[in-house]
């Protein structure tokens, strides 16, 4: 396999479970799948983790999004 090939599906990997991530969290269904409130909802948390609160929202949600993973493994798993 050629070298563009690998890492043209590492990329199409990694964008699907970025997506994947989308579903877990529920916001396709709450947002009734309407793309522009995601995508406008995604440049939200950009724009707060560029703010001056950033440091303090990324370890709140890496928290939050750490508990929920390990919720999901548990469930999975046991």
Known sequence: MRTWQV???KRTRHLIELGGLVVKAGIVDLTGDNRATILGALIW???KLNGDQGERAR???AAKGKKALDQDTLARDG
């Open 59 to 61: 370890a709140l949600w």
């Open 45 to 47: 948390i950009a724009e």
């Open 7 to 9: 890492e043209r599906r």
